[in-house]
């Protein structure tokens, strides 16, 4: 539903990397990990994100997205552990943090490659 | 060429949200962000808690997010206590940058503020507003499998308020699965059962804020409040 909001802001933030590392080149990929709980499904992030891109220097990149299941860690005792359990399984304790799978990140972004550098 | 970024997309809402959390901080405010389905009852739960913590010599108010009108305002100012109603037209949830424009409009922080969310169960869970509690409030009639369909809602949430508990006997819901497939998510998550139209419960979710405001000022903890209110027996608990 709000996958475009994603979207803008992930054009955003990709294109701020590239004016900073890579001046006037082409940005071909972004490496993009969505947290399962994150509210984002990466079918319609994909979509949303070629809206985005068009007109900019990301128009036509890849978007690789690798999906991060929830994670919690015991604020007890420090055991990780995925969802599907009331408690930490290691003490039983129940005041856990979630470490993993609630946001959206950029990874990283591929530019072309400038001149004078080996093709990769 | 590769370039490693790594960033939070919502970043900037996530800074603006941190910065909110300090001013709220600096002012002893309680900040609740509230979370639920169109007509799940967060507007009522509101309407019952105001009086309830104004007897308390707590000073409430409220920031109410709709897509449109402003008809949930009229009900808290009626209610006692002040409000600024955000019209979203359109958009599906609050993000920290509407709240602090709300803030301007409200003058001096109270020692409660609630900010009421758009009516939707899953876009304002990927916004923070600066709250210090998230609470989900889930109505009976709505069903007992939504915490399995909706979770990140309920991940997030610090508590969970199942609702309008009268209309139990009208409807097949079955607290234990919607209390273990929230808790499955959110292990550490407060459940409170309440019922608005008799006032059942909301004087233990009542306790429990006014005990969440003063653990997070340093100050004693009343006696007496505890976050498993559903096991206590009671009208709708035989």
């Known amino acids: 539903m709000h996958e475009l909001t994603f979207a803008e802001e992930l054009v955003r933030a990709a294109l701020a990397a590239a ?102 | 060429m590769k370039i490693v970024v790594v ?39 509101l309407e019952r808690l105001i009086p309830m913590l104004r007897r308390r010599r707590l000073s409430v108010a409220v920031i ?60 304002p869970a990927a916004f923070a507003l600066g709250e210090s509690e998230r609470l989900v409030v889930l109505s009976v009639p709505e069903g007992d499998d939504k915490p399995e369909k909706y979770p990140e809602a309920f991940a997030g949430a610090s508590a969970l308020v199942i609702n309008k508990l009268d209309l139990g006997a009208h409807c097949k819901f079955n607290k234990a699965r919607a209390v273990l497939a929230a808790r499955s998510v959110n292990p550490a998550l407060a459940v409170f059962e309440t019922s608005c139209a008799d006032g059942f419960g909301l004087g233990e979710l009542a306790e429990w804020l006014i005990g969440r405001r003063a653990a997070a000022l340093g100050l004693r903890r009343p006696a007496g409040t505890g976050p498993l209110a559903s096991r206590r027996p009671g009208r709708y608990n035989p």
């Open chain 2, 64 to 123: 109410e997010g709709d897509i449109a009108t402003s008809y949930d305002a009229e009900r808290i100012e009626k209610a006692g206590a002040p409000a600024v109603q955000i019209t979203t037209r359109g958009v599906c949830h609050l993000d920290a940058a509407m709240v602090g424009a709300a803030l301007r409009k409200l003058g001096a922080l109270p020692d409660v503020l609630f900010i009421e969310n758009v009516g939707n169960l899953v876009c």
């Open chain 1, 19 to 120: 004016r900073q590392n890579a001046p006037g080149r082409r940005v071909t990929a972004l490496e993009v990990e969505v947290g399962e709980f994150s509210t984002v499904l990466p079918e319609l992030l994909s979509g949303a994100f070629a809206i985005a891109a068009q007109g900019t220097a990301l128009a036509g990149a890849a978007l690789r997205i690798r999906q991060v299941p929830l994670a919690f860690a015991c604020r007890a005792c420090g055991r990780r552990f995925g969802a599907g359990l009331t408690a930490c399984p290691a003490c039983g304790a129940s005041d856990v943090e979630i470490t993993a799978g609630r946001h959206v990140n950029l990874l990283a972004i591929e530019v072309q490659d400038g001149p004078g550098e080996e093709p990769r």
């Open chain 2, 7 to 45: 960033r939070n997309v919502l970043g900037d809402n996530e800074r603006r949200a941190a910065r909110l959390r300090k001013k709220f901080a600096a002012a002893r405010s309680l900040v609740v962000n509230l979370l639920g389905s169109p007509g799940a009852g967060k507007t009522a739960l």
